[in-house]
């Protein structure tokens, strides 16, 4: 059948192209044949045919041509005489190979195509080539008839420049008719004259468009030629629905008409492809990254570097294209129209309905090796292992001839990673980078502020959305001020709903799942809040789809997908993956996470709840900020009755004093707590504010009022035997404890931290016993006993690390730094004191950054750093006066007087302020040392009977509070009279 349609094809060209030459003033009987090999009118004939125009010495050639024109109402051909003018020259010729070429006054219905070369011919690779020879016989002259030869390619005659055919009959008149492949549908020479003595063999003038190019003719013999074939391949399937289509649909997407151009992963592409070892691209990304896009462009640079190249688009995403029938005939058609190859459609057609056998795939891929394509293989995802397998082989069939061939490339574009087999070079594909972003809109004449270019940039993954942001006004406004975008475009909509709406079950709850989460998610989260069937396959599927990227950090949706995906999803199925990822974070202790999802699902009596029962522990990982800006928030919005009001103003109380003792704002922190103590719902609950109240007061040095608080405290939980009574009762003797320390009654101190030590060990409180370790450590180091006090403070931070609790680890860094100051090793005493400086900074706790401050100044006075030591006081004491902290403050001030004192500058002021200070909160220790190094000072400024009296003030002091050490060091100094010292300082 298919054999049939390209002989009918071509004889229905050869009518209207073949023509038969009269040369009347010659010989009126004379007859020759030509044809035209374009519509412009340029027609080819033997050149004896026509020599004595040449010698004439006029290049203007009148001739009498007799044709057939076909009748419009399909009647029989009638023969037409045409006198036409033809231009010519003798450069136009060749009466060696005996063939001329003329420029005709008058445009062809029908015209045959040049074969683009004869190289192969000539070097004898095609000698099976099937050809039809055509010509007109000079024994009837009646009719107009084109006689049809069929003939075998002999052989070439590389003197003569001519092809040796031979065919069945030959007759005189033929000369100058086409010699035609017929398995190109291309002419590859014309008849050279007769000779009596040839009877099965003939000769063919060389003919192709290399050869007609070199003459500088105003003809592109490509497009001439793709012309023609389209004809051909138009004709062929016109007999056939599915084929037709195909040629319909047989074109690359064009691209955009406004585009980002050369963007360096279209350099990459191109850069691959071109390898010489290069087995194809494998574009690999989410829907809507611009694969498509890139691959069309890419293939377009790599066509213009190929001369007479093209393109075979097939896209997977069109179920008609899954099948390797389709592949093969389009393929096919594409080397019929772009590159003359018939046999290819030939081997299919002649296939039947089975076009997938070994022959077949054979014949096209060995056309496919031979010819110069590019190839793109678009959305290969939509290819099943099971269900296209032998698509996929095809696939790598292609890959390898191609790859052998190295005249083509090949580029993949898919969602998911490459099939088993395909070796093409993986170039991932993730849309915009945040540069492209912003040249793209300037090519829209569209421009942003910083802040709204970094949200549109979110949205980069999709250059689908991009486009719609350029496009879109009030949606770029949406996204650009950072608001909910899930509603998007209609455009946007429809391209959603065609990409997500039908995703398998377990698919689109991982998915959404991942979009209500909205940060990347840990395997663990997304099984938990998904609760999908088949979890751990359906992962999998998703990370070879591209929308769930796994990232170091867990897996996560780009912005466009998310908004995608929560589009597509009814409301009821989003509330509840929401609930679910509310409980699941409260029970996983991301209790901040958890209260967002609760207010995000209209349940903010929850949320506050959740806030208020967990508000320290979200304190001490450091989230301070965005627990008070949470729970401000809630109250803004509630509309509840009375009685809920009431308790969430209670709430609401008891967390800002919270967050405000946490920052060192001490003064507002015991407004707060003394409101939340009038409200407070019960004994305990206000027996747990008192304690808060005493931490609060102790902070903010009055000492005597924090005491009282803390009593009141454990009278009101004496006797209960709840748990979380128990913790407070510890918490509260813990608060009397750092009392008992501060004015240097070590011994009780002792006693009620080890006695909370063992309550917490009973109740399993991790972030009880860091405190209850801190505080033995602080005693031992006060008493002098490095080893112990290491020990313990390392034991507290072990126990703050097991609960993730930053307020305590910061602490322990510092008495860990203490030690090692204090023992001179002040390399680690650095790095601790500064990596507690850092986590204080994160948890913006101004009044513990302050002891990390005066930490480090007090080494680097240790190293005689003097200077760097004052700006550490200096900034300490900036700090410790925003939070009204008399203790601390005298701490510094006294820091400062020894810094100056060092460099043999005394500035007394500074250690009367500090004394007064110390005397006003009886801080015994601290007067104990204050008097040692004001003593020394004296001692430096000649006042010795005032130094020396100051030095017994403070022996006598030390020996009432039992502080060994100091006792000592006092003993010391006295017994030399002129002693002066820089001992390290040692606050509690």
């Excluded at 109240?693 to 005597?704: K, N």
């Excluded at 001179?824 to 400086?837: K, M, P, V, W």
């Excluded at 006075?861 to 006066?881: H, I, P």
């Excluded at 010391?972 to 390290?984: E, N, Q, Y």
Aim: with cysteine.
């Amino acid at each position: 059948m298919t054999r049939t349609a390209l002989q009918r094809y071509v004889a229905e060209q050869v009518q209207h192209a073949v023509v038969r030459i009269r040369e009347e003033l010659v010989d009126p009987e004379g007859v020759a044949t030509g044809f035209f090999i374009d519509p412009t009118g340029y027609l080819i004939t033997a050149f004896h045919s026509v020599k004595h125009r040449y010698f004439s010495g006029s290049s203007v050639l009148p001739m009498t041509i007799e044709f057939d024109v076909s009748d419009p109402n399909g009647f029989p051909a009638t023969p037409a005489r045409h006198t036409v003018d033809a231009y010519t020259t003798l450069e136009w010729t060749d009466p060696k190979a005996d063939w001329a070429l003329l420029k005709l006054d008058f445009r062809p219905v029908c015209y045959l195509p040049l074969t683009k070369s004869n190289a192969d011919r000539r070097s004898g690779d095609l000698s099976d080539a099937e050809l039809r020879v055509y010509g007109f016989n000079v024994t009837d002259q009646s009719r107009a008839k084109v006689t049809v030869f069929k003939g075998d390619y002999a052989g070439y005659l590389t003197e003569k420049k001519r092809h040796l055919v031979s065919y069945i009959v030959r007759t005189e008149g033929q000369s100058g008719g086409p010699v035609i492949d017929m398995g190109t549908g291309s002419v590859i020479g014309s008849v050279v004259g007769y000779r009596s003595r040839e009877v099965l063999t003939g000769e063919a003038a060389d003919l192709d468009q290399s050869l007609l190019g070199s003459l500088g003719l105003d003809l592109d013999f490509g497009a001439v030629a793709r012309k023609w074939n389209v004809g051909a391949a138009q004709s062929i399937c016109s007999n056939d629905d599915m084929l037709s289509s195909m040629l319909e649909n047989a074109i690359s997407p064009s691209l955009p008409v406004t585009m980002l151009a050369g963007r360096e992963i279209v350099k990459k592409v191109v850069s691959e492809a071109e390898e010489n070892d290069s087995s194809g691209v494998f574009l690999y990304g989410s829907g809507g990254s611009g694969k498509t896009t890139i691959a069309t462009e890419a293939a377009g640079i790599l066509k213009s570097r190929r001369d007479a190249s093209s393109i075979f688009y097939h896209d997977f995403a069109a179920e008609v294209n899954r099948n390797t029938s389709s592949l093969l005939q389009r393929l096919s058609l594409n080397l019929l129209m772009h590159h003359s190859r018939y046999s290819p459609i030939m081997a299919c057609l002649d296939a039947g309905t089975v076009v997938h056998k070994p022959e077949v795939v054979q014949t096209v891929l060995e056309a496919a090796r031979e010819q110069a394509v590019v190839f793109i293989f678009d959305n290969i995802h939509f290819l099943s292992p099971v269900e296209h397998s032998e698509m996929l082989n095809l696939l790598r069939g292609v890959e390898s001839a191609i790859k052998v061939g190295k005249n083509s490339q090949i580029i993949f574009a898919s969602r998911h990673t490459p099939p088993a087999g395909i070796r093409a070079t993986v170039v991932p594909c993730s849309g915009f980078t945040d540069t492209e972003v912003a040249g793209f809109l300037e090519l829209h004449d569209v421009g942003l502020e910083s802040r709204e270019l970094s949200n549109v940039c979110r949205f980069g993954s999709s250059i689908v959305c991009i486009e719609e942001i350029a496009r879109s006004p009030q949606w770029r406004q949406k996204v650009a001020l950072g608001f909910d975008t899930s509603d998007g475009t209609e455009s946007l909509q429809n391209y959603w709903t065609d990409n997500y709406a039908d995703l398998p079950e377990a698919e689109h709850n991982v998915l959404l799942a991942a979009a209500v989460i909205g940060r990347p998610a840990t395997r663990d989260e997304l099984e938990e809040i998904a609760g999908a069937q088949n979890f751990a396959r359906t992962l999998e599927n998703l990370q070879r789809d591209p929308p769930l990227v796994r990232y170091t950090d867990g897996y996560s949706l780009h912005a466009d997908v998310e908004s995608a995906v929560l589009f597509v999803s009814d409301r009821e199925k989003i509330s509840s993956i929401r609930s679910k990822a509310a409980k699941h974070f409260v029970s996983t202790r991301r209790f901040i996470e958890g209260a967002r999802h609760y207010i995000l699902l209209a349940e903010t009596d929850e949320a506050l709840n959740v806030l208020y029962l967990y508000r320290e522990e979200i304190i001490t990982t450091g989230l301070v900020g965005e627990l008070e800006k949470l729970a401000v928030s809630i109250t803004e919005d509630l509309s509840l009755d009375s009685i809920k009001r009431q308790r969430s103003s209670y709430h609401v109380n008891v967390i800002t004093a919270s967050c405000h003792t946490a920052r060192g704002e001490y003064e507002e922190a015991l407004s707060r707590w003394s409101h939340s103590i009038r409200t407070a719902p019960d004994d305990s609950a206000r027996a747990a504010l008192l304690r808060r109240l005493g931490d609060a007061s102790r902070m903010a040095s009055d000492y005597t009022s924090a005491a009282g608080h803390y009593r009141d405290a454990t009278k009101l939980l004496e006797g209960s035997q709840a748990h979380a009574d128990l913790t407070e009762f510890a918490a509260a003797s813990i608060g009397l404890g750092k009392l008992d320390r501060l004015w240097a009654n070590y011994p009780a101190a002792h006693r009620r931290y080890a006695d909370a030590r063992a309550s917490y060990v009973a109740l399993f409180e991790r972030s009880g016993l860091a405190e209850a370790e801190f505080g033995i450590g602080e005693v031992k180091r006060l008493q002098s006993k490095w080893n112990e006090s290491e020990t313990a403070y390392a034991n507290s931070r072990e126990h703050a690390d097991s609960v993730g609790n930053l307020e305590r680890r910061a602490y322990a860094l510092w008495g860990l730094g203490e030690v090692c100051r204090l023992t001179g090793r002040t390399e680690e005493a650095i790095d601790y004191h500064r990596s507690g400086l850092d986590i204080c900074v994160r948890l913006g706790d101004r009044r513990s950054e302050g002891w990390a401050l005066l930490g480090i100044g007090q080494v680097e006075d240790s190293l005689r750093r003097n200077e760097v030591a004052r700006a550490a006081y200096e900034e300490a004491l900036r700090l410790f006066r925003q939070t009204r902290s008399s203790t601390e403050i005298s701490h510094t001030l006294l820091s400062l007087a020894e810094s100056y004192r060092a460099v043999g500058e005394i500035r007394e002021s500074l250690y009367e302020e500090s004394e007064l200070l110390y005397k006003k909160l009886n801080l015994r220790h601290c007067l104990i040392q204050h008097g040692i190094v004001k003593a020394c000072a004296l001692r430096s400024m000649g006042q010795r009977r005032r130094g020396d009296s100051t030095l017994k003030a403070a022996h006598k002091l030390a020996k009432r509070c039992g502080i060994e050490s100091e006792m000592r060091l006092i003993e010391s100094i006295l017994k030399v009279s002129d002693a002066t010292v820089l001992p390290p300082l040692n606050f509690p």
